[in-house]
């Protein structure tokens, strides 16, 4: 036997998971190695606490007694009070320009159900531009940062899978980083997490670090076993995108020291605004939502939708226990989700979107309580191997559970005066992609509907007209908010098209 061989049966003896090497004597040598490189990736010690901590844990369903709404002084709202919204966009824009802001973008998804295997961010919802959503987002972070006047840029940290990170760093190089300054893009893969004496460093150095496969965890049995998926592989599955915050903490690469939290620090940056690639509509940087966090000394807030139908498939911001956390829409019971409060809005109404605020220090912090955080438990009919005979057996009934951690639970963690909520106008603001074309819903022709209807409503309030059926797409370069429209005062555009710079109006008069 090896020495890792040796070294690796001893972690998972002492884990009580050694049962994962039961046919080790009869494989192939090249299978041998595979089992033991897989399992070296995987802290089976720390396997076994995210098991214990989401059996134990009170249900993720709620009864209710234990859901309230946030209560009103934690929420704001940038809907229908420009004062304030101007108040909180200049103490936004101040902080991007003297470098305070850095923007974190989950990207690792594949664009499966949209028919294509490349990263979901390389999609084109066909807008008369054709961009990417990268490329949309890519200009709005330039747009964003020259606005502040922030000469250093905004660093856009890109969080990217195994199966997305190779094609992600790819498509930025050759579309020349889409303007940004190379620097100023930071790629980073999910899946890493490190062992107890590194979580607790805010700055990963000079210790043993170990890395799962990028964004996954083992399967389970139902009473806490690894299983196998074949004799010499351990059955895994996605583990949700919870798994951020390891990330964070990672080195960017094999050969560097280097992790997110680290380069955060060392640019100066103390405020991040975190969202999801999908949203064709993201406002980058929102300067209200960061002057709003700021302004209120937040560790943490979250930017809602206001959610008018009760029966609507989004999770809530809402108090559970007595703390923040999101309750999916399937965990809120139907007498609570249709109750109306004041001014005949519904209780239930902080519609969840995935578009956070996060001090650094709190994201520093979030390795010291990161092992109380409670996996969401998904049980599944899992194919696994018989531990006697070696057969490959394919369940007729769950037998076993995937577990996964999602960005939001991380919520309960916070102090409530810490923790805001600013509710925005879901037109402007969220447009998600998540349907295959055509589906009618939060698919690729929805997002294009609403990115351009937005562009409409800009061109409509500086003055201007639209003929019936007339699409205009604005870039980022020459509107990013509305703002800077006045030469198109008065016009009437008669033909569809995109507007790259702002002579191009004219030829759409």
């Known amino acids: 036997m090896s020495a890792t061989y040796e070294s690796v049966l001893k972690t998972y003896k002492q884990a009580g998971q050694e049962h994962v090497f039961t046919f080790y004597d009869s494989l192939k040598a090249d299978e041998q190695a595979a089992l033991v490189s897989q399992a070296a990736s995987i802290d089976p010690l720390r396997v076994n606490t995210f098991y214990t901590n989401a059996t134990t844990a009170p249900s993720h369903d709620a009864s209710l007694d234990e859901i309230k709404p946030p209560p009103a002084e934690m929420v704001g709202t940038a809907i229908g009070d420009a004062e304030a919204g101007a108040k909180w966009e200049e103490l936004g824009l101040a902080a991007i320009k003297e470098g305070s802001v850095g923007v974190l973008l989950l990207a690792g998804g594949q664009g499966t159900r949209l028919g294509s295997s490349a990263p979901k961010g390389c999609y084109d919802v066909d807008l008369p531009s054709h961009k990417s959503l990268f490329q949309l987002q890519a ?38 980083y889409f303007g940004l300054d190379e620097k100023n893009v930071i790629f980073f893969e999910q899946g890493a997490f490190v062992p107890p004496l590194a979580r607790a460093r805010s700055v990963l150095t000079s210790c043993r670090r170990t890395v799962l496969s990028p964004g996954v965890l083992p399967c389970l049995s139902l009473d806490g076993k690894i299983l196998l998926s074949t004799p010499s592989t351990i059955a895994t599955a996605p583990d949700g995108n919870g798994g951020i915050y390891a990330a964070l903490r990672a080195p960017l690469s094999p050969s560097s020291e280097t992790t997110v939290l680290s380069d955060l620090a060392a640019r100066g940056v103390k405020y991040i605004h975190a969202y999801c690639v999908d949203n064709c509509l993201v406002r980058i940087a929102d300067p209200i939502f960061l002057g709003y966090c700021i302004s209120r000394e937040s560790t ?117 005066p810490k923790f805001s909520i600013l509710e925005v106008p879901r037109a ?67 033909k569809s098209g995109y507007v790259e710079k702002v002579a191009d109006f004219e030829k759409l008069v």
Request: aromatic share 8%; glycine share 10%; hydrophobic share 35%.
């Open 300 to 416: 943490c807030g979250a930017k809602v939708v206001v959610k008018e139908d009760p029966h609507e498939s989004v999770g809530v911001l809402a108090l559970k226990g007595g703390k923040v956390g999101v309750v999916e829409y399937s965990e809120i019971p139907r007498e609570l989700s249709e109750r109306v409060g004041a001014g005949g809005k519904l209780e239930m109404r902080a519609g969840n979107i995935v578009n956070h605020f996060y001090s650094l220090e709190f994201l520093n912090s979030v390795a010291s309580f990161e092992d109380k955080m409670a996996h969401h438990v998904a049980n599944k009919k899992i194919p696994y191997t018989d531990l006697t005979t070696g057969e490959i057996i394919k369940p007729a009934k769950p037998n076993g559970m995937k577990l996964e951690l999602f960005i939001f639970d991380v919520f309960p963690f916070v102090p409530l």
């Open 428 to 494: 402007t603001d969220f447009s998600p992609l998540k349907n295959a074309p055509n589906t009618g819903s939060d698919d690729p022709q929805t997002s294009r509907r609403d990115l351009l209807a937005e562009n409409a409503r800009w061109l409509k309030e500086a003055g201007a007209t639209l003929a019936e059926g007339v699409e205009v797409e604005i870039a980022a370069s020459v509107s990013l908010l509305g703002e800077r429209l006045e030469t198109v005062k008065g016009k009437t555009f008669t």
């Open 139 to 176: 200009e709005r972070v330039k747009k964003i940062g020259e606005l502040a006047g922030a000469n250093q840029g905004v660093p856009w940290y890109v969080m990217t899978s195994g199966p997305t990170r190779k094609e992600t760093e790819e498509f930025f190089r050759t579309n020349g």
